[in-house]
């Protein structure tokens, strides 16, 4: 009699470990970062041992804009492309948000807050329209772009310039509670989970990753490849434009001159588990390897090395992930 009563029991452990055995397959990547991020702070603690909460609010503010233009990145990858002009984007939402915020009301900001988010909509699907109409790849496109968009910011703000809005500061400064929770981590948590819910559970979330897996398949399926392209773009453009308020946030004024967030959000989303390939990878891996990625910025100042150095060390990160990668699906074709 016992035997039958535990034998309903066994087998829903049993399911419940394979499935917490599965789960923790598909996620080997992030969670490899998230223990990487761990030991890195336990590094950055040893280097410097009075690294505690303000040193993971200076840790969360860096790494802000990075993040959301990184999770914009990461969409368009996994449908299948690349947006090379996201930090002339970033340049010219953030010189455009100050312009407009300086000496206007509170009341005010927010609709321009508004506005300046349909405006990284707007330029985004401008991006993605380009793509498909001209069928020029992507990356030519994008490029091309980053010189359009540089140069209409310089047009907006020839100088720094402008102001932000005090509640919008206010939004980024400080904690959330308790004094480990900073409101750009906070902020960091809310946008990315703005992207993943749609991304993983709507139907257009599904058809980024079917046009990037397969476009040949997505059409014959009847997928609308143009405008889903399109779409992908246009979402990059209103995280792009997000990653612009939050400089608007952190500085106070508008800064014209488009900053190094190309390359970081491309070295987030290689290291985060997005294959360039497209169709593969998610939105938590990217957001942690900005948290490294900017970690590692930080043990290289508190050991004295020259910052520019992190530039060379995210292109062989990015080079080594890749060719990781490209390893491991070889691997896996041949099994």
């Known amino acids: ?12 452990g049993t399911d419940l470990w394979r499935t917490v055995a599965r789960t923790v397959r598909r996620n080997a990547w992030t969670l490899g970062l998230l223990g990487l991020l761990v030991v890195l702070l336990g590094v950055t603690h040893a280097i410097q041992p009075s690294y505690g909460a303000a040193g993971v609010e200076s840790l969360a503010k860096a790494a802000l804009p ?160 143009r405008r889903t392209k399109v779409a992908s773009y246009a979402l990059c453009g209103l995280f792009s434009a997000m990653g612009g308020l939050a400089i608007t946030m952190a500085t106070g004024t508008g800064i014209p001159v488009p900053g190094p967030y190309t390359l970081a959000s491309v070295a987030a989303v290689v290291l985060g588990g997005v294959s360039l390939a497209g169709g593969r990878g998610g939105l938590v891996g990217v957001v942690l390897a900005v948290f490294v990625l900017r970690l590692v910025r930080a043990d290289l100042v508190f050991l004295g090395i020259d910052p520019n150095f992190t530039t060379v060390i995210e292109g062989l990160t990015m080079v080594i992930v890749v060719m990781v990668g490209a390893m491991l699906a070889m691997r896996s074709r041949r099994g």
């Open 66 to 225: 990075v993040a959301l233009v990184a999770v914009g990145q990461a969409i368009v990858v996994i449908a299948g492309g690349i947006d090379l002009s996201v930090a002339s984007m970033m340049a010219l939402t953030n010189v455009t948000a100050a312009a407009l915020m300086k000496g206007t009301s509170d009341e005010a900001a927010v609709l321009v807050v508004v506005a300046v988010l349909v405006l990284g909509i707007a330029l985004g699907a401008i991006n993605g329209t380009l793509v498909v109409l001209t069928r020029v790849p992507d990356i030519v496109v994008t490029l091309a772009m980053s010189f359009v968009w540089a140069g209409a910011a310089l047009l907006v703000l020839s100088t720094p310039g402008g102001a932000a809005a005090q509640w919008l500061r206010d939004l980024y400064n400080g904690t959330v509670g308790s004094e480990w929770l900073p409101k750009a981590l906070v902020l960091i948590v809310v946008a990315a989970a703005l992207a993943w819910v749609p991304l993983r559970r709507t139907r257009m979330g599904l058809v980024f990753y079917a046009i990037g897996s397969d476009k040949l398949a997505a059409f014959r399926s009847g997928v609308d490849i």
């Open 1 to 12: 009699m016992s035997a039958s009563v535990d034998a309903p029991g066994l087998a829903a």
